[in-house]
């Protein structure tokens, strides 16, 4: 999964309690990314982020929150006010102005 | 926005056949396009990728076709291996702000039966 961690690899929550998921990635990339994906559909970008305290918001980003505080370092927190949050979260990344994203393995969250 | 349609959603294929997976492509300014493989419960791996300024590129078993003009390209795999059952996706991107940000299609499950 090419320096890229995500952890946990599984997540359970109760509704209305916020989550954050961590991703981690020792590649000194500048750039990165949120994904969610749901069975049968692509990947759905949440939130990127360019460089150190920048961020973007994606398709998708109602109901999430992220930060950027460190090069090697983008949480992302799913908050009470995402409608349907049980999904598998991707982190990626890539060296700014490169096409190329690396992912990691992903974190499986269930909102009971 | 880009619009990436994905085709065939499940495919199945005796060890040893070709398979084809077809995606199409709206936005005309997208100039990369990369494919990925992802295996149960992992994330997406890059198998093979191409930009605009070519029409194929082979690694293997795997090649990419990309027709501009079209606005598709395509997924060979040839020889077929149990070990390429997974979902793979094509993406289009091209930059934006100094970023490229893909847009996936929603993935082909290939299963490729001994």
């Known amino acids: 999964d090419g320096g890229i961690t995500q952890s946990p690899k599984y997540l359970f929550r109760k509704e209305g309690q916020n989550v954050t998921l961590s991703c981690e990635q020792n590649l000194n990339h500048d750039a990165m990314y ?22 973007q918001k994606g398709d998708i980003a109602e109901g999430y929150s992220v930060s950027r505080e460190k090069k090697e370092s983008f949480p992302l927190t799913v908050t009470s006010a995402q409608k349907n949050p049980t999904a598998f979260y991707l982190c990626a990344s890539s060296m700014r102005g490169s096409d190329e994203q690396f992912f990691g393995p992903g974190t499986r969250l269930t909102v009971l | 926005g880009e619009n990436v349609e994905q085709h065939p959603s499940t495919l199945s294929v005796q060890e040893g056949d070709s398979a084809v997976i077809k995606c ?59 070990e390429d059952s997974a979902v793979y996706f094509c993406a289009a991107s091209k930059a934006s702000g100094g970023s490229y940000i893909p847009t996936f299609g929603r993935g082909t499950s290939l299963i490729v039966h001994p």
């Open chain 1, 34 to 55: 949120w994904y969610r994906q749901d069975p049968g559909q692509g990947l759905r970008l949440i939130y990127y982020s360019q460089i150190v305290n920048d961020f």
């Open chain 2, 24 to 82: 199409t492509y709206s936005d005309s300014a997208s100039n990369y396009f990369p494919w990925y493989k992802q295996e149960l419960g992992k994330g997406p791996q890059l198998i093979i990728d191409i930009r605009s300024n070519v029409g194929e590129k082979k690694d293997q078993r795997i090649a990419v076709t990309l027709n501009k003009t079209a606005k598709h390209f395509s997924l060979h795999i040839t020889e077929t291996q149990p």
